[in-house]
């Protein structure tokens, strides 16, 4: 039972535009949700998050949108860079005492071309 | 700062033998995950620990897994009785509290993880 789901195996982009990797989750207890960048024999690198009570959050060319109506959630990067290509994973965690829990999709791999 | 250190990177075992994973967490923090990343899936958690206390083991398979995270020295996970199954990509993360802050100063900090490779 896949409760983050990250629909697109792959995506290609050319350098400069930008890049929108896409998450869908099942779990309506999940409250916080991130994003973690993973190069090939390397461990995930957080690169953003954002809680429920907000529908957006910036960090500089990231941005993570949330739609909680449609259980559903973005990673826009702009302008995209040859230096992002990787695999993309989305995660989720449920409020309470199990916050820790992190529960990830199985991944987007972004190629940014030159 | 060193990050979270895992070692080996590389852990090769017969089926039936046994494999230890260590993993020495960011200085400072004292709660660390295991989490397992099977051939083209996403990562699943497997236990949480603090420093001398299981706090949550739910995902870790019932027979042959074992955690630890003594006072001194880095946790282990430990796996006996190898099978092909087993194999796939052990990650340790730590934090230096369990709530994830709402404000993302605190993530979960992960390290580059043990390929365990059964033959």
């Known amino acids: 039972d896949q409760q983050v789901k990250q629909n697109s195996p792959s995506l290609s982009v050319q350098e400069g535009r930008i890049s929108i990797l896409n998450c869908d989750y099942t779990?309506?207890?999940?409250?916080?949700f991130l994003w973690y960048k993973k190069y090939p024999a390397e461990g995930p690198t957080f690169l953003i998050s954002?809680?429920?009570?907000?529908d957006k959050n910036e960090d500089g060319r990231f941005t993570v949108f949330l739609n909680k109506s449609a259980k559903h959630l973005s990673l826009h990067i702009v302008p995209s860079q040859p230096g992002d290509s990787a695999v993309y994973f989305c995660?989720?965690?449920?409020?309470?005492?199990?916050?820790?829990?992190?529960?990830f999709g199985k991944g987007t791999l972004l190629t940014v071309n030159p | 700062n060193a990050g979270v250190m895992q070692n080996p990177r590389h852990l090769v075992r017969r089926r039936g033998q046994e494999a230890r994973l260590r993993c020495s967490p960011v200085k400072g923090h004292s709660h660390v995950y295991w989490y397992r990343q099977l051939p083209e899936e996403g990562l699943k958690f497997m236990v949480y620990l603090q420093k001398e206390n299981i706090i949550d083991e739910s995902g870790m398979p019932k027979e042959r897994f074992s955690a630890e995270f003594p006072k001194e020295g880095p946790s282990i996970l430990r796996i006996q009785q190898v099978v092909r199954g087993d194999s796939a990509a052990y990650f340790c993360?730590?934090?230096?509290?369990?709530?994830?802050?709402?404000?993302?100063?605190?993530?979960?900090?992960f390290g580059d993880g043990t390929r365990l490779s059964i033959l």
């Open positions: 779990n309506s207890m999940f409250d916080y």
């Open positions: 993360a730590s934090s230096p509290r369990q709530a994830l802050e709402l404000d993302s100063n605190q993530p979960q900090h």
């Open positions: 954002i809680s429920s009570i907000k």
């Open positions: 995660a989720a965690s449920a409020g309470g005492g199990s916050n820790y829990k992190l529960t």
